[in-house]
Nanobody, 131 residues
């Protein structure tokens, strides 16, 4: 099993920055995908209620990233392989970024932008952006 523990988040004014972290433990893997999804206020816990934010696909020697259009240029996903930790650095936050953010992981995915691809989920962390 893989355990994902999230940290960071909180409340910030529009234009501000926050950083989320997601530490993996247990049966970690050297090749895989770790991503962030978010659940906007009022959404439920169905598959369609989670919006893709960013992903990092990694092997022992390389990594590639992917972002939702809405966050491109503002958010950066990065991985510290030594600590099995993924970070989401968020700049120029806007009220529409307000959501509960979830870290997810998988050894392989059929669609990295689909939440159903990921068997391992963090506990979620709230990000609130005020105008």
């Amino acid at each position: 099993q893989v355990q994902l523990v999230q940290s960071g988040g909180g409340m910030v004014q529009a234009g501000g920055s926050l950083r989320l972290a997601c530490a993996a433990s247990g049966r970690t893997f050297s090749d895989g995908v770790m991503s962030w999804f978010r659940q906007a206020p009022g959404k439920d816990f169905g598959i369609k209620d989670f919006d893709f934010v960013a992903a990092i696909s990694f092997t022992r020697n390389s990594a590639s990233t992917s972002y939702a259009d809405s966050v491109t240029g503002r958010f950066t996903i990065a991985r510290d392989s030594a600590r099995n930790t993924v970070f989401l650095q968020m700049h120029n936050l806007q009220p529409e970024d307000t959501a509960n953010y979830f870290c997810v992981a998988a050894e392989s995915v059929y669609d990295l932008k689909h939440p159903g691809s990921y068997p391992y989920w963090g506990q979620g962390t709230q990000v609130t952006v005020s105008s």
